[in-house]
Every structure is written in C-alpha cells, then in structure tokens.
C-alpha cells in the first residue's frame, strides 16, 4: 500500500441495497475527506474527519456516514442508495488537517445506483 | 459555501502556451491551489499559491493570483500530449477545499 487505497474501483448497485466504500491510508494522516465528483459540479464534500474519533459535515452530507475508528481508516457507508448517488467517489487525507495542507487523493470508486 | 468557477474545456496545439483561468468569491482564502486529474485517477497536487504572493513559477507553469479581482490563473508554457488532463483551481476555506468544476484541456498534436 502505498499513499490511498479505495476499495471497490466500481460498483454497480440496485437502490435501496446499503453500501460501504473503503478508505485506507499508510501515510498516517490526522485529516481524511470524502468527496464526490459529478460532471459539471466538480468535487464536493460529503464528510471529513480531522483526526480519529472525530468526523464533520461537509457540504453534501445527507444520505452518507462515516466513522473514524483509527488513523488509517475511513469508510463510508450509504444507508440506503438512490440514484442520485451515481457518482464518482474520492477519498483523500492531508497531514495536520489544515486547507493550506496539501491534499492526497486515492484513485476513485465509480458507484453506479440503478 | 464559496463559490469557485472554471470554464469547462480549452484546447491548444502542442507547443503554444495553455492559461486556465479560475474565479472564486472568499475574500479570506489563504491558499488557491491546482490541481490535475488524470483519466481513471485522483487529483493530483500541481501546485499552490499563498494568498500574499502576486505569482510563482514552477518550472514550464505560472501561477499568477489577483486578490483584488478574486482571479488565479495557471499558465503551461510549450504544452504537451501529455499534459491533456482535466485541472480543477480549488480554495482554502475552514475545513474544506472549494473546487472548481475543473477545465478539461485538450492538447492538439
């Protein structure tokens, strides 16, 4: 592993199933997003958490959680899928949790709701 | 939130210079940053800016950031294949970077 693994590359999933994307990171960064990214909208914050045991709202939060049981990793879950959350998933971390620190993203999970 | 604005595409023949233009409306914005996506991959840090500085060159790219007009800009001097790639401008708020839609270049060989 080396910087940011997400995990499944892409999923097609029918509305309503729960879901869980896997964030890990070897770089033990306290801060770590997640982002979705839709044509036209770029990216957008769904949570982040700016060290373990803690997690925020980010500007589109309704329909996810996230957990931060430790440094490395941070799921996340939707409850129950709709369409609308056909996207493409980021996960990201930067060290120290500040906006002036750079972030580091993983490759991307390409969620399809039918 | 703040909003950070891109147009969405920009084409160029491989050897003229590529200038991304990014507008955003956080006044209190310490750092504007670009960043590149590759096609199947993340973002990828290219380089950043501090609030306080009018410009900084990094090899073939030049930033160059007017705070009075909220506008950044990236600039790629003799632009390459390889630099074909969508780069999003994003901005430093509280607890969160506020990303542009991104601008999908296109290099013509």
């Known amino acids: 592993i080396a910087g940011i693994t997400q995990a499944p590359t892409s999923q097609i999933l029918a509305a309503g199933r729960r879901m869980t994307l896997r964030c890990t990171q070897d770089?033990?960064?306290?801060?770590m997003y997640w982002y979705r990214q839709d044509l036209g909208l770029g990216l957008r914050l769904i949570h982040y958490?700016?060290?373990?045991?803690?997690?925020g709202k980010g500007e589109v939060p309704d329909g996810y959680s996230v957990s931060r049981a430790n440094t490395d990793d941070f799921p996340l879950t939707l409850a129950s899928a709709v369409p609308s959350q056909t996207s493409v998933y980021f996960c990201a971390s930067s060290d120290g949790g500040k906006p002036n620190s750079p972030l580091h993203f993983g490759n991307g999970t390409r969620l399809t709701v039918t | 939130g703040e909003d950070v604005e891109q147009s969405l595409f920009l084409s160029v023949r491989e050897g003229d210079s590529s200038v991304i233009n990014c507008t955003y409306t956080?006044?209190?914005?310490?750092?504007l940053y670009w960043y590149k996506q590759e096609p199947g991959a993340g973002l990828q840090l290219l380089t950043y800016i501090f609030s306080n500085m009018d410009m900084k060159q990094d090899q073939r790219l030049t930033v160059l950031l007017n705070k009075k007009d909220k506008h950044l800009s990236l600039r790629i001097a003799d632009t390459q294949t390889g630099d074909s790639a969508i780069y999003f401008c994003a901005s430093a708020g509280a607890n969160n970077l506020f990303f542009g839609t991104g601008t999908r270049l296109t290099v013509i060989p």
């Open positions: 958490s700016n060290t373990a045991g803690t997690t």
């Open positions: 956080d006044s209190s914005s310490t750092y």
């Open positions: 770089m033990r960064h306290n801060a």
